[in-house]
């Protein structure tokens, strides 16, 4: 379940006030007003209610797709190194772009990452230079893209639907994508703000910030190419939806090698999100308390899918005891103690709480924080903020409960001494660079938008 990130609203700028550019005379103005529209486009973003923005997300990604080259052209031209192959009205493709600085660019941002007041919104803060701008125009179509991935597999998870294999796929696939995408982004800023010469001014556009984000999204993309295969997963959905007359249906075996592939991939997710965490650490007081909860439940779920998945592979072999073990393992990852589980399957108390009574008040706040994840999904927004870990522990429950059933009497091995068995990592895509944006003519552009959208 990605994270639900807020995009970031911004102040009005005149560039001509800041910049002029004797070779190409309207191209300040250009970029004003292409600025000025994804200013607007962000604004009216922000004053939609929540579960109205999601349609929205592919205006703002168009406003920022419109800006960036004309943004990147008075970067380059800034720093002499432009040329003017691709700009509006240019007929030399060796014309070169000379943009001067007549003063300091001074535009402010709301920080969506840093920690607010309880009560208040983000805080806004004054940015000087037109790398801060660059910085929190790229978070911004990186957040966009995370929030369309958010969206495509929001589906999944619906309350009067069931989607069926190939919408799934085409779910999963189509979110991937995005989150990759928004990786790249990420990885492309990693690179850029190190090469800065002061430090950053704000949280948002901090090295440790992009590579914490880089790494989220790459654990949200590699669990996307677990979770499109993953029956039980859309077992637990199928439960949700009341109108689902299928839920009689068993759901389809795991063949052993790709319930041990999948633990592996579970893994490497795992330690992209302890990479995220570690990193937004590193970045100081100031990060947002829910992404770094979200950045540490996601490693706990990754891990617990892990052991799941190992406990399937140990049910296929025949190694009942050693599959519940592993189940229990997950629940340990989760946060959860386990205790019902020990204590209704043999009566002992050796793992979790000291008495059932504790067991039962630990069950009834599970199951409230289920309940309440449930409404957020019905709603369509502030869900996920959990990274799935309610989710995750009702398939546990539910496999936990089906193979006690099969073989009540077994004698399983504790749990936390299965975790230091976890398979190696194996990882499903790379972070490819991201290509700065040009210029293009108008007729090019619409071309190429044309071909995409075919």
């Not at 070779?23 to 604004?43: M, N």
């Not at 999601?54 to 380059?76: H, T």
């Not at 199951?367 to 870990?389: P, Q, T």
């Not at 972070?431 to 995409?452: G, K, L, N």
């Amino acid at each position: 379940m990605p994270f639900p990130f807020v995009l970031p609203t911004t102040s009005f700028v005149s560039y001509p006030t800041f910049l002029s550019c004797p070779s190409h005379l309207s191209l300040p103005l250009t970029a004003t007003t292409y600025r000025g529209v994804l200013r607007e486009v962000l604004k009216k973003h922000r004053q939609l209610p929540p579960g109205a923005q999601s349609a929205n997300l592919l205006g703002v990604l168009s406003a920022v797709d419109d800006y960036l080259p004309y943004l990147f052209a008075l970067d380059a031209g800034l720093s002499s190194a432009g040329q003017a192959g691709d700009v509006d009205g240019a007929e030399d493709a060796d014309e070169v772009v000379n943009v001067l600085l007549v003063r300091e660019i001074e535009v402010e941002w709301r920080a969506t990452l840093t920690a607010a007041l309880p009560g208040r919104g983000p805080p806004r803060t004054k940015l000087r230079g037109l790398e801060c701008e660059i910085a929190m125009i790229l978070s911004t179509m990186a957040y966009t893209h995370s929030l369309l991935g958010r969206n495509h597999i929001h589906g999944l998870y619906g309350q009067t639907t069931s989607p069926s294999a190939e919408q799934r796929t085409t779910a999963v696939q189509t979110a991937t994508r995005h989150f990759l995408v928004g990786a790249s982004i990420h990885e492309y800023l990693v690179d850029r703000i190190g090469r800065w010469e002061v430090p950053p001014p704000i949280l948002d556009v901090s090295v440790a910030a992009q590579t914490a984000l880089a790494a989220l999204s790459m654990a949200e993309a590699t669990l996307l190419a677990v979770f499109k295969d993953d029956p039980y997963a859309a077992a637990v959905a199928r439960s949700r939806n009341k109108n689902d007359t299928e839920w009689m249906i068993k759901a389809p075996d795991i063949p052993k090698v790709r319930a041990h592939l999948f633990a592996r991939l579970c893994v490497a997710a795992g330690e992209h999100a302890d990479k995220a965490s570690a990193m937004l650490r590193a970045a100081g007081k100031g990060v947002d308390d829910d992404l770094s909860s979200y950045s540490q439940n996601l490693r706990r779920c990754a891990r617990a899918k892990a052991c799941r998945f190992l406990g399937i592979d140990a049910d296929l072999g025949g190694e009942m005891g050693k599959a519940i073990a592993w189940l229990r393992a997950g629940k340990t990852e989760l946060g959860f103690s386990g205790a019902t589980a020990a204590i209704e399957l043999s009566g002992s108390r050796t793992e979790g709480s000291s008495n059932p009574l504790s067991a039962g008040l630990e069950r009834l706040k599970i199951s409230f924080g289920e309940r309440r994840e449930d409404r957020k999904i019905e709603k369509g927004f502030e869900w996920g903020l959990d990274a799935g870990r309610f989710e995750e522990l009702r398939i546990n429950d539910m496999l936990e409960a089906k193979w006690e059933k099969i073989n009540d009497t077994a004698s399983a091995v504790s749990g936390s001494s299965l975790l230091s068995n976890l398979p190696s990592v194996m990882s499903t895509s790379c972070i490819y660079s991201y290509t700065r944006e040009t210029c293009a003519r108008d007729e090019d552009r619409d071309e190429d938008r044309d071909e995409d959208r075919g």
